[in-house]
T-cell receptor, first 112, second 117 residues
Framework: DAKTTQPPSMDCAEGRAANLPCNHS???????VYWYRQIHSQGPQYIIH???NNETNEMASLIITEDRKSSTLILPHATLRDTAVYYC?????????????FGKGTTLSVSS | GAVVSQHPSWVICKSGTSVKIECRSL??????MFWYRQFPKQSLMLMAT?????????EQGVEKDKFLINHASLTLSTLTVTSAHPEDSSFYIC?????????????FGSGTRLTVV
């Protein structure tokens, strides 16, 4: 897997957009960017993934730079329930049978 | 869809006893399941990969005789912590790979908090 770098922690005010960055400068052409989050004392939860184009779903938006060396996960209107550790993971479709490997992630704290 | 149910959510056991944790895929067949361990304020660490009907593959440093994994059916994998000791106290999480809209994905159980006293 390509190495990813995320800030250890971020703060966000409730109702504001949370923008979580991830650097993956060694990403290969066939590797996807995945985002998961883990709320305290729960299992990880899938958020979104993308290859080249920006993606949006009901939870978040994913913005991938044109050179694909970095990406940003955007939670448009953060709530207290979005407080969690967010993990950016890069892997190829060819790794389908292998486990996800988690780095240290970014701890997002949303406050009122 | 693609729900994994993990039980128990928490367990307290005496040192030297064994504890079994179950992980069930409720609405899909999980040919491959993964077990993770997470210590406080740390990330998830992969312990082993289990494939239905075959022996589990353990990560380096994980004692296979201590952490017994059984994946006898396409919907159930179990992790048994044998002769548990206080240092085995941790948060254990199972995961399963599924085929879905995104070609494949991973879903996770809610975790089991093990405390050995």
């Amino acid at each position: 897997d390509a190495k990813t770098t995320q800030p250890p922690s971020m703060d966000c005010a409730e109702g504001r957009a949370a923008n979580l960055p991830c650097n993956h400068s060694t990403i290969s052409g066939n590797e996807y960017v995945y985002w998961y989050r883990q709320i305290h004392s729960q299992g990880p939860q899938y958020i979104i993934h993308g290859l080249k184009n920006n993606e949006t779903n009901e939870m978040a938006s994913l913005i991938i730079t044109e050179d694909r060396k970095s990406s940003t996960l955007i939670l448009p209107h953060a709530t207290l329930r979005d407080t969690a550790v967010y993990y950016c993971i890069v892997r190829s479709a060819g790794q389908a049978g292998t486990a996800l490997i988690f780095g240290k992630g970014t701890t997002l704290s949303v406050s009122s | 869809g693609a729900v994994v149910s993990q039980h128990p959510s928490w367990v307290i056991c005496k040192s030297g006893t064994s504890v079994k944790i179950e992980c069930r895929s409720l609405d899909f067949q999980a040919t491959t399941m993964f077990w993770y361990r997470q210590f406080p304020k740390q990330s998830l660490m992969l312990m082993a990969t289990s494939n239905e009907g075959s022996k589990a593959t353990y990560e380096q440093g994980v004692e296979k005789d201590k952490f017994l994994i059984n994946h006898a059916s396409l919907t159930l994998s179990t992790l048994t912590v044998t002769s548990a000791h206080p240092e085995d106290s941790s948060f254990y999480i199972c995961s399963a790979r599924y085929i879905g809209d995104v070609a494949y994905g991973y879903t996770f159980g809610s975790g089991t908090r093990l405390t050995v006293v």
